[in-house]
């Protein structure tokens, strides 16, 4: 149910591709307005199609033309006035920026990788944990805010991946071992990113630090939030009246010992990466393949429960031709909001093995973020 | 040390592309001397630069370009004056073409996928195995023949895969366990092959036949020959003697129980296989990563102690940067004729993943069968 | 305005490239209902899905999954029941089938290229020169037709040119010389059309008889109709009455002796022809560079006025960033139905230079023609 | 012929692209030998290999590997002791390094684009106007130097399209007229240069200064060096004899009013520049087809007659098959160190067109640099 009033976004790193899809989804929204830009102090002041090269394929939106781009400070260019702001700002800039602005009572969407291990943010897929949302008031008590957050999205490469992974969980109990092989596009690494010199008639084996993000960020999304009992041996103030404290913490899958392991590859594709799985269950009793296609088929999230407008209709689409999904041939589908699955087969070595694709620069990227304001609304942690 | 004199050599589908990768490597070659053409009934009778599309980069040799094309019989166009034939043909036509030159006390090295799976049929990676030419006396010998032969080369990712695995069981005994991923250049679908409205800006993750390949392969090739004393308790009329038969035979690394899985993908590169690989050992005690590399470093094959003239300095080039090899930059190392490594590094399922790539065009096709009839005639399997 | 029921088309060639194009235009369309698919005697009897490698990003359109393929014969498949049948042929058949619709009295609106040169077959880019649909009440008078008729629309790359040469012959009169060199996308050789082997990396610097249709179709779309008296001295039966008869005949733009040359290159772009132009104006006052502009941003269309659904809002779409149009990034302009026009500058030779792309397989093909029977229709030409 | 003993040789921007291509000619040249490698203040002081990315598909020269890198400035690294130093320059500082090694007497043989407008400084093709050489002297004398100069090569562009251009001149007389259409290579703009999200699947229309270089570079090029006499009106010392003085001047190609109109567009290819070329001779009567492949198959340049070692065998080399020379096939013929010209055929507009093919990192850069400093050495202009 939309909010009764759109609600006055931001955008910080405007001008940037991020940024530049935050625009495009935000600029004609149901849920929301755009009303402030942020970009560097070198921007600032400027109207933001006199400081962006736009990079889409679809015409820069009237709305935004002559909007004036301010630099990323919560207290300038009305950011204070936003009851969301989306981050698509460089992780070397992004931590401290986002937290003056959570400082700020200002929930923040973002897409950088700053405080995705951050144990009070949530990391949040839309098709697969938004439940993750109820460790918000947590991370607001113990800052003393009242409405500001940071809540982020996952890595490009995690998300395409960790949803027909959600889907296998929810239908056959927890993975114990997945395998991944990825093809990621020369989008993922932003503009100008990776020269045509490198890429073009090649492939880059090696994406720094992905491996590694593909591997732990698998690990909290999928995980779930446990109560803790704190015993505060050592904080005694707080033992007085004889109680113990009860937190919330991320268990990171580590009780079901889920392994993982993630080779990383860059490819001469422009959007969609696509991802080779090998999964092997921890149940006795392996399902089936028609099992499986079913699981990927039936699946649901609480994104389409909620119906929020960026939900696909189907999370996950599953092909039936055995050269499918193609990043240029499927990137497209469901406006970039779905994950494709294909080629579901039996595995030499673990129980069974699929690929799947993601459009890293909408899923993957400015398209979760809305979606999860979207669901945040929805659920009434942005008022 | 080369032949007194040069050994004539035929070829078959030599307009295609890997007909024209044999001219290329024979056109100059101190063993070899091109005296036959074949290819197909409609080139036949005509010259064969008036009927081939070079398609390399250098320009058609001038030995070749007057030579007259015949069918592909062996009884026409002085193939039957040819110590060696090679066969760049589709496996559509190969099988029986082969067989009747093999016949004709021909001895044929083939880039065809055909005999590859035939028990008395050797299928030879130059760098790895060339032990198991001591199984062409059985071929002859059952066959009633005494100079022709079909010995096959394997496919080309195969073969990019299968010279590091053979360096890791020659340092560290027999691998439990292999995940392959390949990302594969479109000259391995030969020419026009694949359509650039499919792979342009694109991924197809699907080559038919081809995990089926490696996997199979592999085990053809990393395994042994065994003697096998057969009982012919069926067959009388050899029992009459009171002796049993012994008989050689693949063991397919069966006894090994090696498990292997592969995933296969086109990408948009021209030349140059690239896989992901994972390994786990069947040995207790795990090598370390200075060990893994000193593996692979320290690997060599027959070829190079033979010195025949296509053998590279090194088998295995290990890559020290974090992003190589690369199928551009390192495809030409060796002339086309090592395996690159690179990426070494521990696997959070199995034991250790790296990465490899390998020229499909040369040490992955022609390459390698030139060099296998280089080994034959120094063995003195080609007289 | 929509007729007041819709009608009935077909589609021949209906599984291959420009047929996919038709029938995602013609599957949601006010004017036309798909009723009936031709393609080739293996396809017959099938159904569409099971028969058609469908290319296109968007999904094959539910509603021609299950519909029959049927042979491209005027007598079967619901043909003779199709107010208008689009011809998406090669045109090593298109030729006599397209004949055999017409003699059916069907209208062919026909993208291949064998009656564009006819003197009875208007060729017509629909923002350009859909006056010469006058032309068609002879062309059925000839062949003693009632609605049969036979229309075509121009080859891609002149398609791209000839709408900016017509705004500035609008504006500024008879153009006396043209250069173009033009940079096309692989999509125009149709699929599997070019092979990656021979684009990746690499330009191919001929299109075989490109050049000849630019300089030739040139002429005839931006000539007029004129009415020739025909003194019929030869022909003693017509001039018994005494009168001279007055005939129709293209003009082929040879009063204003306008000279033309080519160079066609296929570059590695999937959609989108480019093309690099030099005009020399006849009228010794030449145009400055603003009036270019204005009149490039001023011209409309016949399609335009009749507000047509395929119709672009503007024909021609005038960029101003130095370095646009680009094929990848304004190829979708208008939904693909207009001609970008950018870097309008002095020509050291001739009087000016620009460049302008158009949309190969949309207004270069399927959606000019298309367009051109929306226009047919509004003018009455289609009943 | 070979000097006596090999002078030693320097490299500015060693680190570059340019400079790489520069290190790898040099580095078993039969003339010169490697002494000295400049490159920014971040990088001096450390071994070559360890602050430069190497980008050559063969590997990096051994002979380089620990050579300690240097800043670009000739009192320090051994320059002074250089004979030769060769500038891979950018051209944001290029100029006033260039300057600063001449005045030190050190001849500098300069990729960049600083001097070539110098009035004093000769811009020299080798395939075409070696000649030029001869106003060295001039240039010492008025700056006051015994051994130091500088001697630009043309931009790569220029180059493929005017050797073609002066074979044409040397047969038939002034060109009147030239059209070019430019299909660039990314390396033309260095590393990391085009950005991959730019280029891929697209083309751009614009490539800064490059057509204004193209078009005045060719008439300095294709111009003469005539004697000038001053009257020194203004200068009353120098008239005190009564004499005038003769100066060399560049004609500029003037005196023929050679008109030139250039368009250029970068294209996803790696290496190899393709131009179609239309040209119109000055002379009445105009040469015939096999006239101009006769001029362009017997063209010989000095460079050849002096056989120095980048010499190629042919300057040009005329491709027959009407679809050559194409970039990624023919960039490789003669090392790079020819022009490859194809598809010679009349002009509808001009007397005829063609198109030729350069590689430009090799001809159209270093390999220029190269051959110019062989053939001042030859010559006696570097001692």
Redesign the interface.
């Known amino acids: 149910m939309p909010p009764s009033e759109k609600i006055k976004v931001g955008v910080l790193g405007a001008t940037g ?1 991020v940024g530049q899809r935050f625009i495009q989804l935000l600029s004609t929204h149901p849920y929301f307005v755009l009303h402030s830009l942020g970009a560097s102090a070198r921007s600032a002041g400027q109207t933001y199609s006199s400081v962006t090269r736009w ?1 889409l ?3 820069m939106p009237e709305i935004v033309r002559d909007m004036m781009v301010h630099e990323c400070r919560p207290d300038v260019g009305g950011f204070d006035e936003c009851g969301v702001v989306f981050s698509g700002l460089d992780h070397d800039v992004a931590g401290e920026i986002e937290e003056s602005f959570r400082s700020s009572e200002i929930p923040i969407f973002s897409n950088a990788k700053n405080h995705r291990r951050d144990p009070l943010v949530p990391l949040i897929v839309p098709l697969v944990n938004s439940s993750h949302l109820s460790i918000i008031p947590q991370q607001q008590s113990l800052l003393g805010l009242k409405k500001g957050f940071i809540l982020c999205n996952a890595n490009c490469s995690t998300t395409g991946v960790v949803v027909p992974l959600a889907a296998l969980e929810k239908s056959f109990g927890p993975l114990k ?3 991944i ?1 990825t ?1 990621q596009a ?2 993922g690494a932003g ?16 994406i720094g630090g992905e491996e590694e993000k593909i ?1 732990w960020e698998t690990l909290k999304i999928l995980g779930g939030i446990k109560q803790v009992e704190h015993q505060n041996q050592n904080q005694n103030q707080n033992l007085k009246n004889g109680k113990n404290e009860t937190k919330l913490e991320f268990d990171y899958h580590q009780e079901n010992k889920l ?5 990383c ?1 860059r ?4 959007d969609g990466h ?1 991802s ?1 799985v ?1 999964v092997e269950f921890s149940q006795n009793v392996k399902p089936t393949l028609k099992e499986i296609e079913n699981a990927f088929k039936n699946y649901t999230s609480e994104a389409q429960e909620l119906n929020v407008p960026s939900s696909p209709k189907r999370s996950i689409i599953l092909h039936e031709n ?12 469901e406006n970039g909001a779905c994950v494709s699955v ?2 579901i087969r039996e ?4 129980d069974f ?1 699929f ?1 799947c694709l993601v459009d890293n620069v909408r899923l993957g990227a400015a398209t979760s973020s809305v979606m999860n304001a979207e669901i945040a609304v929805e659920k009434g942690y942005v008022r």
């Open positions: 591709t990079k394929s679809s015409p071992t997945v395998m092989t093809l020369i989008s503009y100008p990113g990776v020269s045509s010199m490198d890429i073009m008639d090649n492939v880059v084996p090696f591997e392994k993982i392991s993630a080779q590859n490819v001469p594709v422009l696509l080779c090998s055995q050269d499918r999904p193609q990043p240029r041939l499927d990137r497209d589908l294909g080629r595995c030499g070595v673990l093995k690929i």
